[in-house]
């Protein structure tokens, strides 16, 4: 399982670094555009209705162990670069967990970052989620060209990856829903 302990690993590095100053100035958006890559995305991943009994990122990060099937429902978001745009990997917040960011009054360039969030909070309610195909392997593409950004509310359905300490939750799911307002 060298794969799953190397996610995790990614996983507590990249929230570390993630965590930056709410008021820090921003040089970019996220990105809107597909991944350059030529191959056809499968979208086997999509789940065409929202999963019943969902749980919140904090529910499950408090009672979920590694190889449980879980169905989570979150934000993306809890730092500044919540979406890789190299594989469908992201991290998502509890929607419980409130982002001052996203106030009429507040003007932070990347409000999905939970910035204003107290980082041990930030910590608390967030998991990273991978999406893989049937088979576990790792789905290589930019969620962002999918229609996905960050703020979004998703519903994910996978499984608990390892879990090296109480405090990283990551979850190999192979369907996302993205819930509509």
């Known amino acids: 399982m060298n794969i799953t302990r190397t996610i995790a690993i990614a996983s507590i590095v990249g929230l570390a670094l993630g965590l930056v100053a709410c008021k820090e100035e921003a040089t970019s958006t996220p990105s809107s555009t597909p991944s350059s890559?030529?191959?056809?995305?499968?979208?086997?991943?999509?789940?065409?209705?929202?999963?019943?009994?969902?749980?919140?990122?904090?529910?499950?990060?408090?009672?979920?162990a590694e190889g449980d099937t879980v169905t989570v429902r979150g934000i993306i978001g809890g730092r500044k670069d919540a979406?890789?745009?190299?594989?469908?990997?992201?991290?998502?917040?509890?929607?419980?967990?409130?982002?001052?960011?996203?106030?009429?009054?507040?003007?932070?360039?990347?409000?999905?970052?939970?910035?204003?969030?107290?980082?041990?909070?930030?910590?608390?309610?967030?998991?990273?989620?991978?999406?893989?195909?049937a088979e576990g392997n790792p789905l290589e593409f930019d969620l962002s060209g999918q229609g996905i950004s960050p703020l979004d509310e998703v519903v994910v359905v996978g499984t608990v990856a390892a879990r090296p300490s109480p405090q990283v939750l990551t979850i190999r799911a192979t369907g996302l829903h993205r819930v509509t307002q």
């Open 83 to 133: 979406l890789n745009t190299e594989s469908a990997f992201f991290v998502m917040v509890d929607p419980g967990l409130h982002n001052e960011c996203v106030g009429e009054d507040d003007h932070c360039a990347t409000p999905w970052d939970y910035c204003c969030a107290a980082p041990e909070d930030i910590q608390a309610n967030s998991a990273t989620v991978q999406l893989v195909d």
């Open 37 to 64: 890559s030529t191959t056809p995305v499968s979208a086997d991943w999509k789940l065409a209705s929202m999963p019943a009994d969902a749980q919140g990122v904090k529910t499950i990060k408090d009672t979920a």
